[in-house]
């Protein structure tokens, strides 16, 4: 006679026969793959005939990547200077388009159609078609440069730097903009489960739309900026606008002692995304209240 | 007094609101100014395109550059590859990014939590990170059994199979969100009529969620479809694909016009009418579905229950 299984057994039994597949594919393709390059990137990868020699190396690949190599150090360093505006003006302009949205009636799905439209299309050889035909562009319209406006002029006065920042964003506004249409959706999904009687409350408190917006709706907001904050850095280092990501796909195609150099660059730039997606969970982070308490 | 304040609030309204839809306005524009320059591109002469007074709105159509591009890119072999290959990794996907939704809304196994955070951890991981190894698994693999891999689909189905495919997280979290909604009374009755798990996922979960299953399907062949780094790492040139024939436009251009012997001269014309129609299937797809995707967005769930 078969022993009958308790409750818990079955749901286990069930649940990981469901995960199974996703079990296996995630230690395979996933979990060992992530170890095996932090072993791989201290040693050198031949590929042979026979299959590939793997020597021991030592952190030689580090030394190399950054004191003797000249392209990695810029490209990170590159990578950096991309990610951290580029995902702060996603975040806001996100926001904003997405608060604007949820405060009209008429042409609501149309707009949130274009503004998704992108999420679509958008794809590697695209992108650098794009940004292809916009170099020519301006070689052929010269002296039509953002740079030449008289507000970033103001500011190169004060800061070169942060002017050549602003004059970049600008020039590749569409091509950051093309980056928000997932978090729109998700703001304004955010945005609609805020209790519609806190604004109430607000209002009967004499709150102006202003201080609502910075008293209720962000701080209830916080934790999806979170997650979208995330996902942006996740979603913008996969295109060719990020300079250590084609220096990777460079070194992977040299399989002649490449690899291992490859499987080095790839460590330390995930190490430097994940480092960075700490920074935006401490950032985010619910602040201890400074009120001191006697 | 009373009447003035109400239409001076009246007034500040409608301000407010045409100003909300002006930006919204040139907001469009600036996200649909890429579109169309490539569609304006596409129909523009050569003489056109250097021309600095033609700007948006060419002088003479001209489908020459279409032609050209349909050639150069093999469009009818490449289409028809690229629709394949995507269509099957999306149903692979699908699959098991269904089974996976199921266990994580259904069973309370232990570790589910743990389980859960890791396939988090899956999405924000970067593949360049995972690229090296799943290489060298490969090659070491095919020649072990001494079956070709590399140059093929399999490795993309069977990680596609095996959850391990393009944004498998967020189609995981849409299916899990979907069927958090079936209520858990459907699943007991069932059971209590004798079916197993997997007669309950088959005809109830699965019964249930067509237009999940769909919108996952449409998602994942998207995604697939616009992929190329994976693509270029495992497939390379065994299938003709249509995105990585786009990315070797320039010089598979070249050698199309010097076999044939004829003067053609690269242009931007040509480049934008090669990338028009590359994404061509995706905007008629996404006419036809665009509410299914947004809606797929918002059903992962991740903006918190």
């Not at chain 2, 001209?62 to 490449?78: C, D, I, M, Q, R």
């Not at chain 2, 090659?139 to 393009?166: C, D, F, H, N, S």
Request: hydrophobic share 50%; charged share 15%.
């Amino acid at each position: 006679m078969k022993k009958m299984k308790t409750w818990k057994q079955r749901q286990n039994r069930s649940g990981y026969l469901f995960m199974l597949p996703w079990i296996i594919g995630f230690a395979v393709f996933t979990a060992f793959p992530f170890i095996a390059t932090i072993a791989l990137s201290f040693t050198n990868v031949n590929s042979t005939i026979l299959g590939f020699e793997i020597t021991w190396a030592g952190i030689e690949n580090y030394i190399t990547a950054f004191f003797k190599n000249v392209e990695f150090v810029p490209a990170l360093g590159g990578y950096l200077k991309m990610v951290i505006p580029y995902t702060f003006v996603i975040v806001v302009v996100s926001f904003i388009i997405a608060y604007i949205l949820e405060h009209i009636v008429k042409l609501k799905g149309f707009f949130r159609t274009i503004y998704f439209l992108p999420v679509i299309i958008m794809s590697g050889p695209v992108m650098a078609k794009l940004l292809d035909t916009k170099v020519s562009d301006m070689q052929l319209f010269a002296g039509q440069s953002y740079s030449d406006i008289f507000i970033i002029q103001m500011i190169a006065s004060y800061s070169r730097k942060a002017a050549v920042l602003m004059t970049d964003i600008f020039e590749q506004l569409s091509t950051i903009l093309w980056f928000t249409g997932i978090p729109i959706v998700l703001f304004i999904n955010g945005l609609q489960k805020i209790n519609p009687s806190l604004y109430e409350a607000a209002k009967i408190d004499s709150a102006n739309s202003w201080q609502i917006l910075w008293k209720i709706t962000l701080p209830i907001i916080r934790p999806i900026a979170l997650v979208i904050t995330i996902f942006t850095i996740a979603q913008l280092g996969m295109y060719d606008i990020n300079p250590v990501y084609s220096l990777i796909v460079t070194y992977m195609g040299n399989t002649s002692g490449g690899l291992g150099f490859a499987a080095t660059y790839a460590w330390v730039y995930t190490l430097i995304v994940l480092l960075l997606m700490g920074a935006a969970f401490l950032i985010f982070k619910e602040r201890k209240s400074k009120v001191k308490h006697y | 007094m009373k009447k003035m304040h109400l239409t001076k609030k009246k007034v500040s309204e409608k301000t407010m609101r045409f100003i909300f839809y002006f930006i919204l306005v040139c907001v469009s524009f600036v996200f649909l100014e890429p579109i169309f320059r490539i569609i304006s591109k596409t129909f523009m002469t050569s003489e056109d395109i250097i021309d600095p007074m033609v700007d948006w709105v060419p002088r003479s159509l001209s489908l020459n550059n279409l032609k050209v591009a349909v050639k150069v890119l093999k469009l009818s072999e490449t289409l028809k590859n690229s629709i394949l290959f995507s269509g099957v990794l999306a149903i692979a996907q699908t699959f098991c990014a269904a089974l996976t939704g199921f266990a994580l809304s259904r069973f309370n196994f232990t570790g589910k939590k743990f389980w859960f955070v890791m396939i988090l951890l899956c999405f924000v991981v970067p593949t360049s990170v995972l690229m090296v190894p799943r290489l060298m698994m490969f090659v070491t693999a095919q020649e072990k059994i001494g079956y070709t891999l590399i140059g093929t689909p399999i490795p993309q189905v069977l990680m596609a199979l095996l959850g391990q495919g393009v944004n498998s997280t967020i189609l995981i979290l849409i299916f899990q969100n979907f069927f958090n909604l079936i209520p858990k009374s459907l699943d007991e009755a069932a059971m209590i009529d004798g079916a197993g798990s997997f007669r309950v996922f088959w005809h109830i979960g699965m019964r249930l969620s067509f237009s999940t299953v769909l919108v996952v399907f449409l998602f994942a062949f998207v995604w697939n479809w616009n992929e190329t780094y994976v693509t270029g790492t495992l497939l390379r040139s065994g299938l003709q694909l249509l995105p990585s024939k786009l990315s070797l436009f320039d010089s598979e251009f070249e050698s199309v016009v010097s076999s044939s012997g004829s003067a053609f001269k690269l242009n931007e014309a040509y480049k934008m009418a090669a990338t028009f129609i590359s994404i061509a299937p995706l905007l008629l797809l996404y006419t036809f579905v665009q509410k299914k995707f947004i809606e797929g967005i918002e059903n992962t769930g991740i903006t918190g229950e």
